[in-house]
């Protein structure tokens, strides 16, 4: 990249144009909206634009629109050659791009010759040349790809080019897998809303007023508008749980040591106590979860020393399950349509013969001050060597009080605390004798944007190291969803609702999370298709 700088201009923002401008020269004319087509500002839903715009031929939308399983019985049928389904994502990838700003890395060129490659051996060979062939797979930006950025929100790391590809990517493009994009995130992947310095507010496709989460941002946007079959992103947090919550996608945050994460960008390198754990994205289940399964079974543990050699293991569910339901952590309580959204699941489970029994939260709000305490145990300083003079954005400060190194002494009280809350919510289980956890994945619907929220509700499960899977319920509705008169029950509750407004909360997605034990990635996604088909016959 070239960098232009003058005595009026940062180092950090010379950068920050570099890489916008790299990036704005990755997008193919061929894939430029057509001035005349271009949705104005006003428009806020662009999720329909590939069926109203007219750009798209029939071939484009089916492809576009199907689930990884049915591409890839189409391609093996020679219905559609790897290049077929590889331009009409790539198309549809850019235009989502155009109208959400989602993506931090195009390189289609490659994809593209991926996709030949595919093709010909298949030719050649009478067979594909995996489970993935021909399915192009998005990637969250703190993947590796070789010759691509990986600067996840930081201006000074856009200095490095990736040398080679991390182990999840190798393995993915061994199994067939077409690599073609990066997804957007916020600075240093920290944050549930995707914006930066360096490329900007990420937007919802499904109302562009609004946030779409973070920290993989970008890959709910892009499979949200379709622009992806099945994306990956990655989850400390509710970083996979709350952009597909807020996209009205699915998406696995499993247990760590299932799925790859050696060689890919960390956001608080060093950080050890919560692991972070890469995991599938996409608008269908089933993508969702064949995806899991072709990783589990390709022995990723010979690839990634912290990976435990455990293959799929296809679960057998009960016909009548028991599922739990917390209906609030009673810390930050939720807002109306995040209560519709359990309401509506409980009885659609219930009209199917399951019983649902209740919850009772245990120490949410401490364990919110736990993990704050463990992400910036550091004081901070591998963020602030990350950033060098490139300043927090004006909406992220004021978090001075956590710039401070904790003692070891400190941390191992934390630690034990942590371990209290694990034992107690371990009991219960037990005592309870349920299948699953339905909980919220955050408060509220998705809200507009710059918009600090807790996110509690999914972090406290990532200190379980539970597997979940977020799915889509609802939209909120302004019209019924008006808020209701509220005695917050904790200081992050006062903060929480006095932000509240049901109109500007209007239409955003809401989706729940179903959670397991540790290692029962394959029971969780099982038991989320039974939610999923319960709401689908809720009366």
């Not at 960098?3 to 920050?16: C, D, F, G, K, V």
């Not at 049915?70 to 109208?99: G, M, P």
């Not at 939260?361 to 463990?374: D, Q, S, Y």
């Not at 349920?434 to 929220?453: E, F, M, Y």
Request: with cysteine; charged share 25%; net charge negative.
């Amino acid at each position: 990249m070239t960098i232009i700088e003058s005595t009026e201009t940062p180092r950090y923002e010379a950068l920050a144009q570099a890489a916008r401008e790299r990036r704005e020269k990755q997008l193919p004319d061929e894939y430029r909206i057509p001035k005349d087509k271009m949705p104005d500002d006003s428009v806020k839903d662009v999720s329909n634009f590939p069926r109203e715009s007219g750009l798209y031929t029939e071939q484009e939308l089916e492809i576009t629109e199907c689930t990884v399983p049915v591409l890839l019985k189409a391609i093996e049928d020679k219905k559609w050659t790897a290049v077929d389904v590889s331009k009409a994502y790539f198309k549809r990838a850019a235009h989502a791009h155009q109208l959400t700003n989602c993506l931090s890395e195009m390189f289609f060129e490659r994809g593209l010759e991926q996709a030949k490659e595919l093709d010909e051996y298949y030719e050649k060979e009478g067979k594909l040349m995996g489970p993935l062939h021909g399915v192009p797979i998005s990637m969250k930006d703190n993947q590796l790809i070789k010759g691509t950025l990986a600067s996840i929100g930081f201006c000074y790391w856009t200095e490095e080019i990736a040398q080679e590809d991390s182990t999840l990517v190798r393995l993915l493009v061994s199994l067939g897998a077409v690599m073609y994009c990066k997804t957007s995130v916020p600075m240093a992947m920290m944050s549930a809303d995707t914006d930066t310095r360096l490329f900007g507010t990420t937007t919802n496709p499904k109302n562009r007023t609004l946030t779409v989460g973070g920290s993989s941002g970008g890959e709910g946007a892009l499979t949200a508008f379709g622009g992806s079959p099945v994306g990956v992103g990655s989850d400390i947090g509710g970083s996979i749980r709350i952009p597909s919550n807020y996209n009205g996608i699915y998406g696995l945050k499993g247990t760590f040591g299932r799925i790859p994460a050696l060689g890919s960008k960390a956001g608080l390198g060093g950080q050890v106590h919560i692991k972070s754990v890469n995991g599938p994205m996409s608008r269908y289940l089933a993508s969702v979860e064949y995806l899991a399964k072709v990783i589990f079974d390709s022995h990723p543990e010979l690839l990634d020393y912290n990976l435990v050699p455990l293959p799929w293991r296809e679960p057998t569910l009960p016909k009548k399950m028991v599922f739990a339901v917390m209906k609030t952590d009673n810390n930050i309580t939720p807002t109306p349509a995040v209560t519709r959204a359990l309401e509506k699941t409980v009885k659609a489970l219930e009209e199917q013969g399951h019983q649902v029994v209740e919850w009772e939260p245990i120490e949410h709000g401490k364990m919110a001050k736990i993990l704050t305490g463990f992400f910036t145990q550091d004081g901070c300083e591998f963020i602030k060597a990350a950033l060098k003079d490139e300043p927090l954005l004006e909406y992220k400060q004021g978090n001075e009080h956590l710039l401070k190194d904790m003692p070891s002494s400190f941390v191992w009280g934390m630690q034990r605390a942590r371990l209290d809350v694990e034992n107690a919510v371990f009991a219960q289980w037990n005592k309870l004798g349920i299948d699953g956890l339905i909980a919220p994945v955050t408060p509220v619907p998705s809200h507009p944007h710059k918009v600090t929220i807790s996110h509690s509700y999914t972090s406290y499960w990532n200190a379980m190291d539970y597997p979940a899977v977020a799915f889509p319920v609802l939209r909120a509705d302004a019209t019924i969803d008006n808020k209701p008169d509220h005695t917050p029950v904790s200081d992050d509750d006062k903060a929480l609702w006095a932000l509240y407004d049901a109109e500007k909360y209007d239409t955003g997605c809401v989706g729940l999370q179903i959670l397991a034990r540790r290692y029962q990635d394959e029971k969780v996604l099982k038991m989320a298709s039974v939610i999923s088909e319960a709401l689908e016959h809720a009366q």
